[in-house]
């Protein structure tokens, strides 16, 4: 009686047919790790040439920026042009950056609290009407913000709060998609057994949402507001339409009119490159210190059973 090997045999006693490299279909793991690798180079580079770009004219004046490679150095002019950016007409620049910063910590911090709150309560709560404020939020965050823009100005031009900073921070306190996160989020994260035995302990809902629902949600909180630091950060068109003192532009509209001003008879591009890499640094610095609060299984050991 000849005995198959295990290897070959299954519980219910059919052979089994170890797939070998040479079936069709078969692939070695090492070949999918090199393919997945080198997609993910690939995407690297795709993603990292423009910053690389960005550095390598940074260091170049005006002649070395049109007459060189532009993925090479030339002269090395970097802290030529971050003394001459931070100086020209009176430090301009330097105001530009603290409005930017200004208006994207302060609407993103806002809107990050706002939007937590009320996707908590349209995710844990049931009230009439419920549904049609989801609704609602979900229809506004497919509204494209440009189609807000001209709307906006109309009535902060009503009120007079148009070109002053209120003009662009209200606007940036509330975000349909932020809600809309948030309430994913604390459907996914916050079992509906933990609420229950906190209200039995007698914490009162506010007490919940502080104490046990809010450390929870923290890392649906940072993903939340670095969507809204960077879009507000990247906002172009609404301080365009609302803001006429160059005062309280942001940055990047402050570059703009360096660059399309007709009354400027200077050649500035080194100036706007330069101020393009400085204004790209805080989002970099701001993803690479928050992203270590981005933890998962802040909810293990909470619930037992």
């Known amino acids: 009686m000849t005995i198959k090997p295990a290897s070959l045999r299954n519980p219910l006693g059919q052979r089994r047919v170890e797939r070998q490299p040479g079936i069709i279909g078969y692939k070695p793991a090492a070949a ?17 040439t423009p910053i690389y770009w ?26 030529a042009n971050l003394s001459q950016l931070a100086t020209f007409q009176n430090g301009v620049y330097v105001h530009w950056i603290g409005n930017t910063i200004l ?18 309560a349209l995710a844990k709560f049931r009230f009439r009407g419920r549904g049609l404020v989801f609704g609602l939020v979900l229809g506004a965050a497919l509204v494209p913000p440009t189609t807000l823009a001209l709307p906006i ?9 148009a070109n002053t900073y209120w003009a662009v921070l209200l606007p940036s306190l509330l975000s349909p998609l932020g809600v809309f996160l948030a309430r994913i989020y604390a459907i996914a994260s916050i079992p509906d057994d933990l609420l229950f035995a906190a209200r039995v302990d007698g914490a009162s809902e506010f007490r919940i949402f502080w104490s046990v629902s809010l450390p929870i949600l923290m890392p649906g909180m940072i993903t939340i507001f670095l969507f809204q630091f960077v879009a507000i950060w990247n906002n172009f068109f609404l301080p365009l339409v609302v803001l006429s003192d160059p005062n309280l532009f942001p940055v990047n509209l402050g570059l703009a009119t360096w660059n ?20 790209v640094l805080p989002l970099i610095v701001m993803f690479l210190f928050l992203q270590r609060y981005w ?10 059973g």
């Open 32 to 48: 999918k790790n090199l393919l997945g690798l080198f997609f993910l180079a690939v995407m690297t580079i795709y993603f990292l």
């Open 153 to 161: 100005y109309l009535m902060e031009s009503k009120y007079g709060i």
């Open 295 to 304: 933890r998962s299984g802040l909810t293990f050991g909470s619930l037992t």
């Open 260 to 279: 399309f001003d007709p009354a400027s008879h200077e050649l500035l591009y080194n100036l706007i490159v330069t101020g393009s890499l400085v204004a």
């Open 103 to 120: 208006y994207a910590v302060v609407g993103g911090a806002v809107s990050t609290f706002i939007s937590v709150l009320a996707g908590y």
């Open 54 to 79: 960005l550095f390598i004219a940074a260091t170049k004046d005006n002649t070395d920026l049109f007459a060189t490679y532009g993925l090479w150095l030339a002269h090395f002019n970097l802290f």
